[in-house]
Nanobody
Framework: QVQLVESGGGLVQAGGSLRLSCAAS????????MSWYRQAPGKQRELVAG???????NYADSVKGRFTISRDNAKNTVYLQMNSLKPEDTAVYYC??????????????WGKGTLVTVSS
């Protein structure tokens, strides 16, 4: 029932921009912290950006000043605006919803990913 569906990936030249979207269903979206992760070929999956239910954000040092995470609770959607893209940003980008309940149960959901390719 829980679904996270990413969209907006594609091929872009270095210096260009893309906006990724993640549409969520099956969860009370407004209370979930949301995150974007990415995984490049041969590398570990890494946290790119996160946003709390209250709108506080955090970013990996490698994307600070270039990427912006935001959310629209009315649309159950989280976004990642990516500007000034670099070839090293090339990766599959994944949407994540992660919440630990008061009972200690971890609720952890992932999308299937969307590919971003940045050419030099």
């Amino acid at each position: 029932q829980v679904q996270l569906v990413e969209s907006g990936g594609g091929l872009v030249q270095a210096g260009g921009s893309l906006r990724l979207s993640c549409a969520a269903s099956g969860i009370i979206f407004s209370i979930f912290p949301m995150s974007w992760y990415r995984q490049a070929p041969g590398k570990q999956r890494e946290l790119v950006a996160g946003i709390t239910s209250g709108g506080s954000t955090n970013y990996a040092d490698s994307v600070k000043g270039r990427f912006t995470i935001s959310r629209d609770n009315a649309k159950n959607t989280v976004y990642l605006q990516m500007n000034s893209l670099k070839p090293e940003d090339t990766a599959v980008y994944y949407c994540n919803a992660n919440l630990k309940t008061l009972a200690g149960r971890l609720m952890d959901y992932w999308g299937k990913g969307t590919l971003v390719t940045v050419s030099s």
